[in-house]
């Protein structure tokens, strides 16, 4: 992020934020030059022939830096895929006050947008040439919202393509585990993932091409990333990957999934497609935020033996989040703490994850958002969650637009979990 994005924006940031995701710590300077000098660039995303970054006047004031309340918006139904249904969605939540949505725009790597570098999405319910990211960001700095465009890393196949053609090009049939030159993942016993596996220089390259083509070509507010992490402690096993292992560390032979060493380097490995994806979202749209969901499951650091390091994100996923914003790596982190309210050790566990939210915000004002399950949740038990968010950081994010509440009517809680 720009230097003079932050040294405005923080100030204005930090005496208006009382609901949600980042921000800037007080001597933040910016996310600096934190290429990965072992990948190798990506390709270039064509930023001459689209239509869609045609610039947008902004009729209502929207947020100058990271949002103060958020929701995502997710493509496994047909709330996204027509202009009418985007229309309803950004008049809505711009009623109930909230700042920005996190919008998926590539479900498995399949584009919902004009883009240079992924393949188009073969879902049958999208009005055909309907651009969704164009449309959500025209509309969405129209109504002073911010949109941040949403994508997960590692998946690369939902049973949702089962009945449907993929389109050529698309990861999976390119780089699956049955394909000439397989981007997946391997667990230890042989057991092959529809996971890319995070370890690999060419899937960094990979998610660093899909920052580029969507923040060299739209206006986003900002790029959102999901599933930036190992599915757990077991996968990590491609055979490049290994080599890249020995040749860091120096030793031979196939680790165990619990060997230091291993899970330092895929916590390194982690880290680092993070940090491509921030040096590249630097170079093209430098005003634009980086941010990730990152898990907050199971107990909590100040349950876990060794604190943060015995958490199952931590243990399991090598995903060392908070790590990413002292080595400013993220604008902000939502940490998605989805537990069920009514189940006591669920909400204990909630409780542990909000309180290390808090004391992570205390060194990183602003920059830290916690995502509320509310789909798990009645709509007092998730209001309840809302506000012990609130309380702690300031800074909460809703899960989901389309289903805000286990029990409720739709709305239930988003209109009523974000206003002043």
Request: contains cysteine; negative net charge.
């Amino acid at each position: 992020m720009s230097a003079i994005r932050w040294s405005l924006g923080s100030l204005v940031v930090a005496a208006v934020l009382t609901a949600c995701s980042g921000g800037g710590d007080g001597d933040a300077t910016g996310r600096g030059d934190r290429s990965d000098p072992t990948t190798t660039a990506p390709p270039a995303a064509d930023t001459t022939t689209s239509t869609s970054t045609t610039t947008t006047t902004t009729t209502v004031p929207r947020p100058t830096g990271p949002p103060e309340s958020s929701v995502w918006v997710h493509l496994f139904d047909d709330t996204l895929k027509t202009p009418a249904g985007v229309e309803a969605v950004l008049d809505e939540v711009a009623a109930a006050g909230v700042d920005a949505v996190f919008a998926q725009v590539a479900r498995r790597h399949d584009a919902y947008y004009d883009s240079a570098y992924l393949p188009p999405t073969p879902d049958p319910a999208l009005e055909p040439g309907f651009d969704v990211l164009e449309a959500l960001v025209d509309g969405g700095h129209e109504r002073g919202l911010q949109v941040h465009a949403w994508f997960v890393v590692a998946p690369t196949y939902h049973d949702e393509y089962d009945d449907l053609t993929l389109p050529p090009g698309h990861v999976w049939l390119e780089h699956g585990s049955d394909s000439d030159d397989p981007w997946t993942t391997v667990a230890e016993d042989g057991t092959d993932s529809d996971y890319l596996d995070v370890g690999l220089p060419v899937v960094h390259d990979h998610v660093a091409a899909i920052v580029e083509d969507i923040a060299g070509r739209y206006p986003v507010d900002g790029i959102h990333l999901d599933y930036v992490r190992y599915d757990d402690a077991r996968w990590g096993y491609h055979p490049r990957a290994l080599d890249r292992f020995r040749l860091d560390t120096g030793r031979s032979g196939r680790p165990a999934p619990d060997d230091p060493e291993w899970v330092a380097w895929r916590t390194g490995r982690t880290a680092a497609l993070v940090e491509r994806a921030a040096t590249t979202l630097d170079t093209v749209r430098p005003e634009a935020l980086l941010s990730a969901a990152v898990i907050a499951g199971g107990e909590g650091p100040s349950a876990a033996p060794g604190g943060f390091a015995g958490t199952r994100p931590a243990r399991r996923m090598f995903q060392d989040w908070p790590a990413w914003l002292d080595d400013d790596r993220l604008d902000f982190v939502v940490a998605m703490a989805y537990t069920r309210e009514a189940v006591p050790e669920q909400a204990e566990w909630f409780r542990q994850w909000v309180g290390f939210a808090g004391s992570l915000a205390d060194r990183h004002p602003g920059r830290v958002a916690v995502g509320v399950g509310a789909y798990l949740n009645s709509v007092d038990d998730a209001l309840t969650q809302v506000e012990l968010v609130r309380e702690a950081t300031g800074h909460v994010a809703v899960y989901s637009y389309q289903q805000d509440s286990a029990d409720g009517p739709h709305g239930a809680v988003l209109d009523r979990c974000c206003r002043s």
